[in-house]
DNA sequence: ATAAAAAATTCAATCGATTGCGTAAAATAT
DNA sequence: ATATTTTACGCAATCGATTGAATTTTTTAT
């Protein structure tokens, strides 16, 4: 690409023989400038095809107006809704998102934090790798001054700001509904219990036969089952057991109860009637396997827009020092048919 | 969140006693200094949790290793791919992205473009919006000396560096695998003529046709119809026709061919035997369907991959002027069994 | 017509990093 | 020990826009 030599605000100035401040205040409506000279201004700046350098502009306020988002992967349902709702909220307050995905690794994690840190965004918004062991690189953030908020995988020990979805109730429901249907062993696949929302979403599995003091059975509790493949795994093993599952709930995502789905299928076991099934994240396929998959909504844009919202009302009273804050979103229990056994 | 003074190169210089030339050239490993010094600027920087300013950096180096994204909808499978792909390239090079969408939205198309040009970044990706009717906006890319790249959706008379896919190839070899399955009135859905790709996908239809010498059905080319919901009432029509087509080919996407699979499955029309179905897009869905959705598989991160490759080789002979190149991805048909139909 | 007040401009510094050029210091050669 | 070359560092301008303060111009009041 060749060279271009773009027009500024001196170029401008020249042109009509003025000062570069003149040109300045004219294209940011300050009042301090004659009308007449502003709309002489704004239409040379339009022949010139003046655009305005960011950079310096922003160099010089002192932010970038800028908000960098660091997610696991992006093209991720889950994370490219919650990308779309934040940017929908953000952009027409002229805010610009930079990107970064850390590929569920714990240093390209890191890598992405500090470049952010470089580019003077004005806001890292992140949802942490699964490998994620420790959050220096956060603390970091906030020590620039720059605001953090954490959403969906959070490190809950970092007092931040945070918008979540409540697991646990959520888990709680899922669970709670497959017992009043008649399912007497609920399995659980887990997923990395190093991030709370795999944490979460066991408590409410956990609390929902503590509810009804029902004995949890640890075989039926599977660790780290959290793709496709693994969950088909996990359930091959457990169809297996001498007693086995007769309900499982994939509470690590939809995907992972896909891979339920087809062994049982594959395995000629019926579902629902002899093999519940509940998923998470309410995927769009959920809806059209047969059966459909009773799962949970997360509302991700909404969560997105929720974020956007949020920074704006913090950067809105700037003055005082950030409240760590939650915003947790219920998220909701789709029943469907994959849960639907006769009692 | 409380203004912060981050530590500068000054701050580095005044605490070491040297000038920030040196603490500069340190940080940039420029031959040009000491060794010892070196490493005591390092330390100190470190010391002092320094991180380089990138917006003075590249106001000073004139451009912004960042590149900008618009796509219609950064949450739709194909696109978030295809930005996942361009990140993963791009990322390790040290460029950032900058992503926006233009909601299918001309006007938002324009805005979005404009904010990319003023935030200086080194090359624009996008992926017009259905509605986009004229280029102006990224011919003014082109003006301001920034590399256009443009993918999948491309103004066809705009000469500048394109990725795309072989849509007319693909149609062509999805519609004459159909007729070579014994299926005679196959339709078309068809999107927004205005769009590159759908005109370039009705064109295969139509030259599958031709060299079978068989004459083209207008009743069974549908306009417009590139959603779940258009698709559904498309086939609505399709199916009450004195004579129905026996295949539906919705060239759009695969939503529509998913629109297409509800209503034949509630009219009670078996597939493939009485109607047979072909996507695009191969959509993680089609694959769980009763029966699976043939389709076409477009490599969209591969897409994002090639995209992200084309603009460093293009940037490392920055010198001479770009030559108008197209990539053209040959996407594969991926035949599944709602194309199932005995001979 | 003059003084005072208000409005419009200009001046000059600033944001933080980079870099061409000049000079001092160190290393090597004579 | 002196001349020459290398190496290391400092000086000062620059990137483009913004902004407080100073100055000029215009308007209004007396």
Redesign the interface.
Same mark, same amino acid.
């Given at each position: 690409?060749?060279? /271009?030599k773009?027009t500024t605000i001196y170029d401008i100035a020249a042109k009509l023989g003025i000062t570069a401040s003149s040109v300045s205040r004219a294209l940011n409506n300050s009042s301090q400038v004659n009308e007449k000279t502003r709309e002489l201004i704004i239409k040379t700046a339009d022949e010139l095809?003046y655009?305005? !350098?960011? #950079?310096?502009s !922003?160099?010089r306020k002192g932010h970038?107006k +800028?908000i960098g988002v660091v997610v696991p992967? *992006?093209? =991720?349902?889950f994370f490219?809704?919650v *990308?779309?709702g934040i &940017?929908?909220t953000t952009?027409q307050k002229g805010y !610009? #998102? %930079? %990107?970064?995905?850390s590929g569920e690794v714990h240093d390209k994690e890191i890598q992405?934090v !500090? +470049?952010l %840190?470089?580019?003077?965004v004005d806001c890292v918004v992140i949802s942490v790798a699964a490998d994620s062991y420790d959050y220096q690189h956060l603390q970091?953030v906030i020590?620039?001054?720059? =605001?953090l908020i954490q959403f969906d995988r959070v490190a809950e020990e970092l007092e931040t700001l945070k918008v979540i979805n409540d697991n646990e109730q959520a888990s709680f429901e899922a669970v709670s509904h497959m017992i009043d249907n008649g399912y007497k062993r609920i399995a659980l696949l887990e997923g990395p219990q190093n991030l709370n929302i795999f944490r979460q979403r066991k408590n409410g599995y956990l609390r929902a036969f503590a509810e009804r003091k029902i004995p949890i059975i640890n075989e039926l509790v599977i660790e780290n089952a959290w793709t496709k493949e693994l969950g088909a795994e996990a359930t091959r093993k457990l169809l297996n057991l001498p007693q086995p599952p007769d309900a499982i709930f994939a509470s690590t995502s939809d995907f992972s109860a #896909?891979g339920v789905l &087809?062994v049982a299928n594959a395995m000629n076991i019926k579902v629902p009637s002899e093999l519940g099934i509940c998923g998470y994240s309410n995927e769009?396929?959920t809806q *059209? +396997?047969?059966p459909s998959i009773t799962t949970i909504d997360q509302f991700s /844009?909404y969560m997105g827009n929720t974020i956007g919202n949020l920074f704006f009302q913090? /950067?809105a009273n700037?003055d005082v020092? /950030?409240k760590p804050k939650i915003i947790s979103i219920k998220p909701e229990l789709i029943i469907r048919g994959s849960t639907a056994k006769k009692a």
């Open positions: 690409m060749k060279k /271009v773009r095809n655009k305005r !350098n960011t #950079l310096a !922003n160099l970038s +800028t992967r *992006i093209n =991720q349902n490219s809704n *990308i779309a &940017e929908e952009y !610009n #998102l %930079i %990107i970064c995905q992405c !500090n +470049t %840190i470089n580019q003077h970091n020590d620039h001054g720059i =605001q #896909l &087809e769009a396929f *059209i +396997t047969s /844009v913090e /950067v700037s020092a /950030v």
